[in-house]
C-alpha cells in the first residue's frame, strides 16, 4: 500500500503561483512514476503532469511553460510548482502514484484561481 497526501492548494490570482506537495509513504520503494491530476468542476479528472523514477516528464499541453513537476525521492515527495495560473486552473489536483499498474490516489487539494 502507497499512502499519499496533498498540500499547498489555495486562493490565488489569475497570474500568481502556487507550489503543491505530495508526501509519500508505505511501500514507496516500488513506486514508478508518480503524477498530478486535476479535476474541474462537472469535468473528467485529467493529467496535468508525470514523472518517472528516472526524472522523466511529461505534460498536459495546457500546463506546458507554466507548471513544473519535480520529485524528491530521499524525501518521498513529489511537487507541482504552478506559475501563471489562469482561472481555468481552478480544480481539485490529486496526486497519483503508479506501483506496476497499481494506481494509488490523494484526497486532493483545492486550488482556486480568481480573475
Known amino acids: 500500500q502507497v499512502q499519499l497526501v496533498e498540500s499547498g492548494g489555495g486562493l490565488v490570482q489569475a497570474g500568481g503561483s502556487l507550489r503543491l506537495s505530495c508526501a509519500a509513504s508505505g511501500r514507496i520503494f516500488s513506486i514508478n512514476s508518480m503524477g498530478w491530476y486535476r479535476q474541474a468542476p462537472g469535468k473528467q479528472r485529467e493529467l496535468v503532469a508525470v514523472?518517472?523514477?528516472?526524472?522523466?516528464?511529461n505534460y498536459a499541453d495546457s500546463v506546458k511553460g507554466r507548471f513544473t513537476i519535480s520529485r524528491d525521492n530521499a524525501k518521498n515527495m513529489m511537487y507541482l510548482q504552478m506559475n501563471s495560473l489562469k482561472p481555468e486552473d481552478t480544480a481539485v489536483y490529486y496526486c497519483?502514484?503508479?506501483?506496476?499498474?497499481?494506481?494509488?490516489w490523494g484526497k486532493g487539494t483545492l486550488v482556486t484561481v480568481s480573475s
Open positions: 497519483n502514484a503508479d506501483d506496476h499498474r497499481v494506481y494509488y
Open positions: 514523472i518517472t523514477s528516472g526524472g522523466s516528464t
